[in-house]
């Protein structure tokens, strides 16, 4: 008899379909069954020794919940017999009566690592599940987007070092670190698993993207380090198997019903009895031509526009044309953005990495690009290199052509008669929450309201260098330091300023936008003991 193993997660829904994602014990038909009638069956397909199905749902009715359960074979598997939590739904979008409520955040530490010493505090994400399920007439978000980080393949915790220790030891590179798709399976079981967290994505639709971490630490900073790495024996396995598993877990739910059917991928990993081998050869082309992969997706929920942007594997590290997303994306993302014009009443764009940093930050990292590009002649470069890899110099303004083109792309968005109520880009990885309002030179600006919302992190530490530093970050003081910096790389000023509005703040946390009409509200919420989700900040941005 076939056993759920992970799952069930729902990772798309509209007015009448759903998509819901499992891996079984063992190769099987996979059935959600709905109260109203509604549901839909996929046989399992096999990735090394492991058994999936992302099962179709059709027959939903607009605007309305209904509870299912997720049958293997025949068999209820889920909801568990001795379940304390409400049962899952789909719920469906109606007439958008209360608008469009988006949940997100970054940067997720199942358990702490390994001899980890700073405090982590609660689990954010646990919160809001426990949240929801005692209270069935709370808000509950139409949608969470997870903006990378989900697992840490490069910062494993006490269990897991563990499993890999009886596995094959730790002398073995890449030591206490995964090594294999095996092995990036027990982090997703660890993290799924969490009883809150695996009802949370059960019945509350869900949108992902990788950073760093999915892979490991500063991936893709720059072409000197991507030529260290291939130069290790254990990075290709573990950077194909970072890319299988993430396809398998992640970007397979990010596709609408609608794209599946068209993906020639998915129907070949499901025609052949075990589809690693597919899988392996699909992340080798995305490692030695990154322009014909693509991970970005776009979603559109009723009049809200959500771009989630791939901002690692995309990029061109060749230094004099270093950019944050290649010819092919760039083109992509412009082209999401411009369709349709007047289509959209809000533009979210979610992008890992922040666009609008604190500004000593930001000078800092324009600075060293300019000293690894040679402005400072070879001395200079070394030294900017050496930089970058310690300080994590790599996030938009590390990429100053990419940065100012995605500047003047959500200008052109956001000006005209047709324009949004708001241009809004959703970032995580800093380890802290702030928002920032872009202002362009001589009142030029558009006529969207045009701001960065960051939020991170959902359960993971936050050292003391990391508050001060930000802080400081912000500071006239720092913003005089930056501008030193400029100066001395030889940096033209940014196309465009901009001031904080809100924030720091620090803690595990999530943000939430209700989108309704051309309105827009924020809301911040820390996580305190007990399951409790504390307001620390709540705005209209948009009215």
Not at 125 to 147: F, G, K
Not at 233 to 252: D, F, I, K, M, N
Not at 460 to 483: E, H, K, Q, T, Y
Request: some cysteine; hydrophobic content about 40%.
């Amino acid at each position: 008899m076939a056993g759920l193993r992970l799952g069930p997660l729902l990772r798309y829904a509209d007015a009448s379909s759903a998509t819901v994602w499992v891996e079984a014990s063992r190769p099987c038909t996979a059935e959600v069954r709905c109260t109203d009638g509604a549901g839909g069956t996929a046989r399992t397909f096999q990735v090394a020794g492991h058994h999936y199905a992302l099962v179709p749902v059709t027959g939903l009715t607009a605007g309305t919940a209904t509870v299912y359960e997720v049958l293997l074979d025949g068999a209820r598997v889920w909801p568990p017999p001795d379940s304390r939590f409400p049962p899952s739904e789909i719920r469906t979008p109606g007439d958008g009566g209360h608008g469009v409520r988006v949940t997100f955040g970054s940067c997720r530490w199942a358990a702490p690592p390994a001899g980890g010493h700073d405090p982590v505090g609660p689990d954010a994400l646990d919160s809001l599940a426990a949240r929801l399920a005692a209270d069935p007439t709370a808000e509950r978000p139409d949608v969470l987007l997870l903006l990378g980080d989900q697992v840490y393949a490069d910062e494993v915790s006490d269990a897991t070092r563990e499993r890999i220790a009886a596995r094959r030891g730790l002398t073995d590179p890449p030591g206490a670190e995964v090594a294999d798709f095996e092995e990036y399976t027990w982090l997703y079981y660890e993290s799924w698993l969490d009883p809150e967290v695996r009802w949370l994505l059960s019945t509350v639709p869900s949108c992902m993207v990788f950073d760093d971490h999915d892979v490991v630490d500063d991936w893709n900073t720059s072409a000197a380090w991507l030529a260290d790495m291939r130069a290790t024996p254990w990075w290709r396995e573990r950077l194909l198997s970072g890319l299988t598993s993430y396809w398998v877990h992640q970007h397979l739910g990010n596709l609408t019903p609608a794209e599946l059917a068209a993906d020639p991928l998915y129907a070949a990993v499901r025609a052949v009895p075990d589809g690693t081998d597919v899988l392996r050869d699909f992340a080798c082309r995305a490692d030695t031509d990154p322009a014909s992969v693509r991970w970005s997706y776009r979603r559109d929920f009723g009049r809200v526009r959500l771009l989630m942007v791939d901002t690692r594997a995309a990029r061109v590290l060749d230094e004099d044309g270093r950019a944050m997303l290649d010819p092919g994306e760039a083109r992509w993302l412009r082209e999401q953005i411009l369709d349709g014009p007047g289509s959209y009443d809000h533009l979210l764009i979610g992008t890992s990495l922040p666009w609008l940093l604190p500004h000593l930050v930001h000078d800092a990292e324009a600075w060293d690009a300019a000293l690894c590009r040679g402005e400072r002649g070879a001395r200079w470069a070394r030294f900017g290199e050496k930089l970058r890899r310690a300080a994590d110099l790599e996030h938009w303004a590390a990429f100053p052509a990419s940065f100012a083109a995605l500047t003047e792309l959500i200008a052109e968005a956001g000006t005209g008669a047709r324009a949004p109520a708001s241009v809004l880009v959703l970032s995580g990885d800093v380890h802290h929450a702030y928002v920032a309002e872009p202002r362009w030179p001589d009142g030029r600006g558009p006529d969207a309201r045009v701001l960065q919302l960051t939020c991170s992190p959902v359960h993971n530490s936050i050292p003391l260098s990391i508050r001060v530093g930000f802080r400081f970050g912000w500071s006239a003081v720092a913003r005089a330091l930056g501008r030193r910096f400029r100066r001395h790389g030889r940096c033209p000023r940014p196309p465009v300023d901009w001031r904080r509005t809100g924030g720091p703040w620090f803690g595990n946390q999530v943000m939430s936008l209700t989108l309704n009409g051309r309105s827009a509200r924020l809301r911040l919420e820390q996580a305190r003991a007990n399951s409790v989700l504390a307001t620390v900040e709540e705005s209209e941005l948009t009215s």
